[in-house]
């Protein structure tokens, strides 16, 4: 394989990041700095901007110009070295905001949207939204490896991006790596290892072998910058919706990423008088078997309380959350609430979205609209009122995970026989059965 260029230009982007603040402490470091957490509390520093040269920036060039990617709002985003943001790739981001008449019929809603992450490019995740972001980052730093740690998505991301980049990437996957994740990242160039522990455990250990050899992990050594590319999840769908920001956008939660930086984008979008946001409650689904940030915010509590994953949503199964707090602040601002939901209502839930919209998603988005419906059924959404499910995954990834239904039953290739089957089917069908 030939070796990266690591040649940038130093043409600067729009960038108006100003540098990293500590979000307990207040410390505040330089954009150049190179840790990703503050050396006082450990928490993972987080990106600041001038909002008022960013808002001066978007009124100058036009948005109808700008091309519809991962890097359309890049005043907003903390990447600065133009070279670096066109090596990773134009491809991520700007995915379709779907009206979802017949899913919102089946749920009793009539202004029902799907944000569809599942089309995502280049690997069918939000996760290519963050992972583009350490990619640069990582060319921005000169530095030519990337590793990262993941329950399945980030690693595909993190092998599709590195290999359009040039550089080589290491996967670690926790203990019960499921065979076609191994595969896909194989086949996308990367080096795979399995660690035997869970998420957390393996989150754990990665840190500090980034710490020891100086491998750059995509979602902890890059962690500030990886984290802001979720925010463009927020900026499209308020674009989407003619700026006019919903009543409720409800989003499946793992580390807490996703969602605590819809927030800060949606507040960014206010902040530099792009849209009003304030009135958008910011509702996150976890599944049962590991909801520690529902829990908190449910019952009130101001900590989290790590849990051990027991859940088929494997991308959420997260149990100690990192942005955990963040997240619970956030639903909290905007009045938001949580749902968690069994691993059956979240099958159920992939199957209805499926057959009501036609788009596959894997677990993480039945935990969305299974959540969703809870939602509705408490009377925290109205029927009316302009809803956002953010669909954060790709099914055909997850699809041999499915409950079985009967193996589709063998009749003689013949027409006769092929009609009395197919008025089975019908039959299946009337009666609500999937065959
Ligand atoms: C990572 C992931 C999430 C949750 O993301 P966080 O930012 O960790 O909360 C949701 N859905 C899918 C498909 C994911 O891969
Ligand atoms: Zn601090």
Redo the contacts with the bound molecule.
Sequence with gaps: MAAPNNHLSGQPTRSCATGLRCPKCGQTFPLSETEAFCPECSRCLDVTYDYELAAQRLKQLGLAERPQNVWRFDELLPITDAAAQSRVGQVSGFTPLIRAERLGAELGLTNLYIKD?SSNRPSF???DR?VSMSVARLLELGKTELGCVS????GHAVSALAAKAGVPAYVFYPNRLEHTKARVCRALGARVCQVDGNYDEANRECRRLSAETGLEFANISLRPFY?EG?KTEGFEIIEQLGWQAPEHIV???????????AHKGLKELETVGLAETAHTKIH?AQPDGCSPIAATIVDGRDAIEPVIPTTI?H??A?GA???GML?VDAVRARGGTAATVTDEEIWAAVDLLGATEGIL??P??G??IASLSKLIDAGHIGSDDVTVA?I???GLKTIEDHPDKPWPTMVPCEVDAMRDALDQLRDGAAAGVGA
Aim: glycine share 14%.
């Design positions: 992450d995740s939000y996760k963050v329950t399945g998505n980030v984290s979720a989003l499946p939660a793992a580390g807490g990423t996703l969602s605590s930086r996150i949503a991308s959420l997260i959350p990192g942005d997240v998603t894997e993480a988005g935990t969305a953010v954060t995954g790709n």
